[in-house]
């Protein structure tokens, strides 16, 4: 099985940082793709940041200039550094990732159980 441990999340005033991190561990040939999720009450779960296993990003407009993505592939952990944070990036944020279990096998994905973030004052 292939377990993810977020952590980072807290309250925090507008304009402020937090750095989310999420470890996956497990029986795994490769951890692919990684990403960060989030879900505003009432709307659909929306990528807020992904990176490839060779550190290519991808941001949601929201975002962009504010959040970083990395990865540390010898860990096996995707962080997501949230600078200037606003009222709105307040949500449940969900890092997600792709394995592959065995060489030539499929591609999996798995989900972290979630960590909150508050924005406010």
């Known amino acids: 099985q292939v377990q993810l441990v977020e952590s980072g999340g807290g309250l925090v005033q507008p304009g402020g940082s937090l750095r989310l991190s999420c470890a996956a561990s497990?029986?795994?040939?490769?951890?692919?793709?990684m990403g960060w999720y989030r879900q505003a009450p009432g709307k659909q779960r929306e990528l807020v940041a992904s990176?490839?296993?060779?550190?290519?990003?991808n941001y949601a407009d929201s975002v962009k200039g504010r959040f970083t993505i990395s990865r540390d592939n010898a860990k096996n952990t995707v962080y997501l550094q949230m600078n200037s944070l606003k009222a709105e990036d307040t949500d449940v944020y969900y890092c997600?990732?792709?394995?592959?279990?065995?060489?030539?096998?499929?591609?999996?994905?798995?989900w972290g159980q979630g960590t909150q973030v508050t924005v406010s004052s």
């Open positions: 997600k990732t792709n394995v592959v279990k065995r060489p030539g096998g499929f591609e999996f994905y798995y």
């Open positions: 990176i490839t296993s060779g550190g290519s990003t």
């Open positions: 497990g029986s795994i040939f490769s951890f692919n793709a």
